[in-house]
């Protein structure tokens, strides 16, 4: 957490250590001679601990869902040749996933006929996760080609509409811990969990991508997003390990 902390802060001061030194290279106020996109797009990944720890055996299913994103982006090219630039985005977002795994000793914290038990599981798990962001991506650019461009840097999430939950099947938990009472769920008997109220509010992490002029006005995008803080909050230890937010995102700008 406190190499998080830093890290963000890190993001943070370069960002406004940017700002500044656009603003004095250019001829003009940092808003002036700004190049304005709009875009939209779909987001493909998943939340993911990184590496795939013991506990997850095998991963049956995966289903990205429908990611829709749609957005604005504003670019301040500096110095005549205008090669590079940076730009600051706001964008609205939806990122989620179901998956269907085996695991093996995975925390745990299921609803059965009111009760609530909590321990380690070992069966199957299928996982619903849905969240709705805005996002904020402040990126260096570079222009490799007239028609080709790059970009690099940090984004901060608010996620104000989350969701993680799910049911467990054909399995066993150990309640408490791998050597407590077994409690079986077989012959297509399931529970219920709901992570939902765990979520992490705030995020933040880094983006990188490409951008290409297909004609005058219009850009075929494609940008990774690499999450770099827990989607749990700190608080929450029914999930042992961390899990990312990882999504390629393509679409299509239109500049103004």
Not at 23 to 41: C, F, H
Not at 80 to 100: D, H, N, Q, S
Not at 187 to 213: E, H, I, P
């Amino acid at each position: 957490m406190r190499f998080l902390r830093y890290m963000a802060a890190a993001a943070a001061l370069a960002v406004a250590t940017s700002a500044a030194a656009i603003e004095e290279a250019s001829d003009g106020p940092i808003w002036t001679a700004l190049e304005y996109e709009v875009n939209a797009g779909t987001n493909i990944g998943g939340a993911s601990p990184m590496p795939l720890p013991a506990e997850i055996r095998h991963i049956d299913s995966y289903s990205p869902n429908l990611n829709l994103q749609i957005g604005a982006t504003a670019t301040k090219w500096l110095g005549v040749e205008k090669k590079w630039g940076v730009a600051v985005g706001l964008r609205f977002e939806t990122k989620g996933m179901e998956t269907k795994a085996r695991v093996k000793n995975y925390g745990m914290e299921i609803y059965q006929d009111g009760r609530k038990l909590s321990g380690r599981w070992t069966g199957r798990v299928q996982t619903k996760y849905h969240s709705q962001q805005l996002v904020v991506p402040v990126t260096a650019v570079y222009r490799i080609h007239k028609r080709l461009k790059v970009n690099a840097g940090p984004y901060f999430a608010f996620s104000f509409n989350g969701a993680f939950d799910g049911h467990v099947s054909d399995g066993y938990l150990r309640v408490g811990d791998p050597t407590g009472d077994k409690v079986v769920f077989e012959d297509g008997a399931r529970a219920t969990y709901d992570f939902g109220n765990d979520l992490r509010k705030f995020q933040w992490g880094f983006q990188g991508g490409v951008s290409w002029s297909a004609y005058k006005h219009l850009l075929v995008n494609a940008n990774l997003a690499w999450g770099c803080n827990n989607i749990f909050k700190s608080s929450f230890k029914t999930v042992s390990f961390n899990m990312y937010p990882i999504y390629l995102n393509v679409g299509f700008g239109y500049v103004f």
